[in-house]
């Protein structure tokens, strides 16, 4: 599942053993699952640092006709939504 | 030092939360009790006051929070399930702070520090559930003010907040006062029982509408 591949990356490169997970509803039947954690964080514009992430996250998020975005930037955490409209 | 004072009647908690702030060095657990009016007669007082929701006494949550403020503290409201409509009303009757009881303790103390220096600290807990006040008679918030709860529920650092949304830290706080103080101003004071027994009915605290029968006529008392 999507949600956990993003928080196995908390775990592995955030540096921090926190991590908030949200999921709701977005009221015409679509589900959003956040996943933010306040550690490291990368660099969007380089490529090396992401790219495991996006490619994880993102493919399994794609494979049910889902959307990401990721949310990152040195010293600032980084923030995973994941959204999916029927 | 600061002097914090306990409500709840969880023994356990009250004992674990007791070691815990005595590892802190500068919070002091300086009284406990199980209810509002014991520790509303309690000779010493600490002005900062950590609120179980959900007291075993059954006290109403919006009218406990209404008496410690009106008796001139302030008052950080923990609870283990979050009641969405219950963690709205108490912030309505002046509430400081929410927190889980799950919350890590460094979260907690970061949260009494701030109220201690004159702050309202929206913790995330906290901007989850008012960024999700569906009740009809909620403040109302601007979208930019909802966004920013949104985002601060979902855990989102202040800093990468401002940075996604081109302002400053400090606007980002500023924002969350906005909602905060509207909240606090939403001028519906709750003073007596009969008052109470009011807002309950226009919130409809605790109760969701039933769905309709199959044959698609309404409830009659709806």
Sequence with gaps: MAAREALNNVVKHAGTDEAWLSAYGDGAGGVIVTVVDRGHGFDLRAKSDGLGLMRSVRHRV????????????????????????? | MIEIGVIDDDQMLLQGMAAWIGSTGDIRLAATAASVEEYLGAAHIPKIVILDLNLGNYTDPV??????????LQVI?????????????TTEAGAAAYVTKNNNLDTLADVIRAIHDGKTPT??????WLGRDDRPRRP???????????????GTPHKAIARQLGITMSTVQTHLERVRYKYASVGRPIDHAAHYSER?????????????PPNGNPHPHQ
């Design chain 1, 62 to 86: 794609l494979e049910v006709g889902g959307e990401v975005r990721i949310d990152s930037a040195p010293g600032e955490g980084t923030s995973i939504e994941m959204s999916w409209t029927p």
């Design chain 2, 63 to 72: 009218r406990n929070v209404a008496q410690l403020v009106g008796s001139g």
């Design chain 2, 77 to 89: 409201v923990a609870s283990v399930i979050p009641d969405r409509a219950y963690i709205a009303a």
């Design chain 2, 123 to 128: 913790t995330p807990e906290h901007a989850f």
């Design chain 2, 140 to 154: 109302k918030l601007s979208p930019r003010e909802r966004e920013i709860l949104v985002a601060v529920g979902n």
């Design chain 2, 200 to 212: 309950v009915r226009e919130d409809n605290l605790g109760r969701e509408r039933l769905p309709d």
